[in-house]
């Protein structure tokens, strides 16, 4: 991680709720997936550390959204490693282009300092979260890990209502539209009317 000083009072505060959606099993479903989808790469040791320094040069990035491409049309051409930090930087925003341009929507990538400099953690498994779903989708990749994860189609929720209950519920306004209870008009002054100061 950056070479940054103690978070105190509300920062502190605030870097511990972000750490808390950090999902450890996320992180090996996450992990199985990205070695299936590319092959021949080395997996992280467990933990959050650990999967951020894997994630951190950009390469594993750059070669997965390569592997949702066909072979040889990949999005970004170097995959490379370096230990030049602007280079790792510039990796992890030409996989975070491509990603958008696979079809992940803006809002849902992460920055590239949340991974670079391991701050959000979270957003990162976010992402590759729903890069993973829309690989599947379109069937690009390959799918590893608990089915729960992915959202499920919604099941039908059908219910019977007789027709008299039926003509009951037309005569009922619902609260979505809005309640007079309450209401008056006391106190209400004409138009135009100065401020009576008494």
């Known amino acids: 991680m950056a070479n940054r000083g103690p978070a105190y009072g509300l920062s502190w505060e605030v870097q511990q709720r972000i750490d808390k959606q950090y999902d450890p099993e996320l992180e090996q479903i996450l992990t199985q997936w ?3 989808q590319c092959g021949g790469i080395q997996p992280p ?3 959050k550390e ?3 320094e894997w994630l951190k040069d950009g390469t594993v990035l750059c070669k997965l959204i390569n592997s949702l491409y066909p072979k040889g049309q990949g999005p970004v051409a170097n995959t490379d490693p370096s230990n030049k930090a602007f280079k790792q930087m510039e990796q992890i925003s030409q996989f975070l282009r491509a990603a958008e341009q696979y079809g992940i929507a803006p809002t849902d990538i992460f920055q590239t300092v949340d991974l670079w400099e391991g701050k959000n953690m979270a957003c990162v498994q976010r992402t590759l979260m729903n890069l993973g779903g829309l690989a599947v989708t379109k069937q690009d990749g390959l799918f590893v890990g608990d089915p729960n994860w992915f959202p499920k189609k919604s099941q039908e929720n059908r219910r019977d209502f007789s ?4 003509k009951e519920g037309q005569n009922v306004i619902g609260l979505q539209m809005g309640t007079n209870r309450g209401a008056s008009q006391a106190g209400m002054t004409g138009y135009g009317m100065p401020r009576q100061i008494l």
């Open 50 to 52: 650990k999967f951020q």
């Open 163 to 166: 027709k008299d209950k039926l």
């Open 34 to 36: 990205i070695l299936a």
């Open 45 to 47: 040791e467990p933990g």
